[in-house]
């Protein structure tokens, strides 16, 4: 089964705007991780906050995590035709090893 | 530094045949993943191996699919004989160690049809 579940599961944007898009989750977590992929580069890592860490920003990534509401959301800011691709959130639970529970993904569509 | 690589990129083979598909690592990474993409869904963790052992195997179904990795490096995980639910983008992936904050760095997958 899938932990995360994306919301909304595509959205289309002008270059330019923002765009964010929502994760949530139904059990406790150690981290939650944003991948991107699109069928030029696969799947890319794009920023990891931890479950005692609320905000977290990387260029023009920020991400939010909420553990009370079991959520987090990602914005990106100002984006171009190249940030289309479809993001994933992942889940890294309590066991000591780093497995990942991906959710459905979002589909972003930037549009020049 | 290069990254994980996998072959074959495509495959196309009918019900009940066998495939096997290949991953090299990046050096150095102690943890492999295989993972398994349907269409419109995220990655579902298959097997975990931490250098030879495996340390996740709970979604493999083990009655068709097996995986390996001899000495610690590269991996195989074959599917026989195959359904037509297995058509999916296989991923491999590694990182360097167990630790829970690991990136996992992904090749490009298999695209695997089934007919």
């Known amino acids: 089964s899938q932990q995360g579940e994306e919301d909304p599961q595509a959205l289309s944007i002008q270059e330019g705007e923002n765009a964010t898009m929502n994760c949530s989750y139904k059990t406790s977590i150690n981290n939650l991780q944003w991948y991107r992929q699109n069928s030029g580069r696969g799947l890319v890592h794009l920023i990891l906050i931890r479950s005692n860490e609320r905000e977290k920003h990387s260029g023009r990534l920020r991400v939010t995590l909420d553990t009370s509401k079991k959520s987090s959301s990602l914005l990106i800011t100002a984006s171009r035709a190249a940030d289309t691709a479809s993001y994933f959130c992942?889940?890294?639970?309590?066991?000591?090893?780093?497995?990942?529970?991906f959710g459905k993904g979002t589909m972003l569509l930037v549009s020049p | 530094e290069a990254g994980v690589a996998q072959s074959p990129r495509y495959k196309i083979i009918e019900k009940r045949q066998s495939v096997a598909f290949w991953c090299n690592p990046i050096?150095?990474?102690?943890?492999l993943y295989w993972y398994q993409q349907i269409l419109g869904q995220g990655p579902k963790l298959l097997i975990q191996f931490q250098n030879n052992g495996v340390v996740d195997d709970s979604q493999l179904p083990k009655d068709r699919f097996s995986a390996e990795r001899l000495k610690g490096v590269d991996s195989t995980l074959k599917i026989q004989p195959a359904k037509l639910e297995d058509s999916a983008v296989y991923l491999c992936?590694?990182?360097?160690?167990?630790?829970?904050?690991?990136?996992?760095?992904f090749g490009p997958g298999t695209r695997l049809l089934v007919l």
């Open positions: 992942a889940t890294s639970g309590g066991s000591g090893y780093s497995t990942l529970t």
């Open positions: 992936a590694s990182s360097y160690g167990p630790p829970k904050e690991e990136t996992q760095y």
């Open positions: 050096s150095g990474h102690a943890t």
